[in-house]
Nanobody, 126 residues
Framework: QVQLVESGGGLVQPGDSLRLSCAASGFNFYDYAIGWFRQAPGKEREGILCISDRDDTTYYRDSVKGRFTISRDNDKNTVSLQMNSLKPEDTAVYYC???????????????????WGQGTQVTVSS
């Protein structure tokens, strides 16, 4: 059974850093890309960035370039999202997801992601 579990969210101040983790199970983790998404109150869910099976990073939001980075550990079946210089507009529920039909490649199409985690809340406020 495919399962994705996010952790690491919390309440931080503007300018702080936070590291989210996505623990995956139930599929051959090293063969697939993992994407990070977020959904702010009253807004649609949006893609942030993705890491392919070959460790290539694709950004879907210019607003996080230079501040957010993604990495994966195939030994631990985890993907991490390092978020630096956080801003109030980064406040959202953050999700990881896997596109099982894309053979390791990233995609920005939300409907392509077959399985999602339950999300972790990130709040940036002074």
């Amino acid at each position: 059974q495919v399962q994705l579990v996010e952790s690491g969210g919390g309440l931080v101040q503007p300018g702080d850093s936070l590291r989210l983790s996505c623990a995956a199970s139930g599929f051959n983790f090293y063969d697939y890309a993992i994407g990070w998404f977020r959904q702010a109150p009253g807004k649609e869910r949006e893609g942030i960035l993705c890491i392919s099976d070959r460790d290539d990073t694709t950004y879907y939001r210019d607003s996080v370039k230079g501040r957010f980075t993604i990495s994966r550990d195939n030994d631990k079946n985890t993907v991490s999202l390092q978020m630096n210089s956080l801003k109030p507009e980064d406040t959202a529920v953050y999700y990881c997801a896997v596109p099982l039909r894309y053979a390791g490649r990233c995609t920005g199409t939300l409907s392509a992601y077959d399985y999602w985690g339950q999300g972790t809340q990130v709040t940036v406020s002074s």
